[in-house]
Nanobody
Framework: QVQLVESGGGLVQPGGSLRLSCATSGSIFSAATMGWYRQAREKQRELVATITPGGTMNYVDSVKGRFTISRDNAKNTVYLQMNTLKPEDTAVYYC?????????WGQGTQVTVSS
């Protein structure tokens, strides 16, 4: 059974930083494209960043230059370093792993950017 468990969310002031982690159990990690999504209140879930098994990264335009996705294949963990946070980054952040036609999700972690 595949499980994804996020951690690292919380309350931070504008301009601050947070690092999200997603630990993955099961056998998918090394073959999976891992990603972070977010869903703000009353908005649709949106893709934030992805990283392929080979390390190719992609970002939504609104976070380019501020967020960095990375993966540690030895620890089966993917990270999202978020810098220069803005109030509009406030959302529940979800970790996802995709292998072929299967996609797996974590339970989400709340990130609130507010003074």
């Amino acid at each position: 059974q595949v499980q994804l468990v996020e951690s690292g969310g919380g309350l931070v002031q504008p301009g601050g930083s947070l690092r999200l982690s997603c630990a993955t159990s099961g056998s998918i990690f090394s073959a999976a494209t891992m990603g972070w999504y977010r869903q703000a209140r009353e908005k649709q879930r949106e893709l934030v960043a992805t990283i392929t098994p080979g390390g190719t990264m992609n970002y939504v335009d609104s976070v380019k230059g501020r967020f960095t996705i990375s993966r540690d294949n030895a620890k089966n963990t993917v990270y999202l370093q978020m810098n220069t946070l803005k109030p509009e980054d406030t959302a529940v952040y979800y970790c996802s792993g995709r292998v072929l036609l299967s996609q797996y999700w974590g339970q989400g972690t709340q990130v609130t950017v507010s003074s």
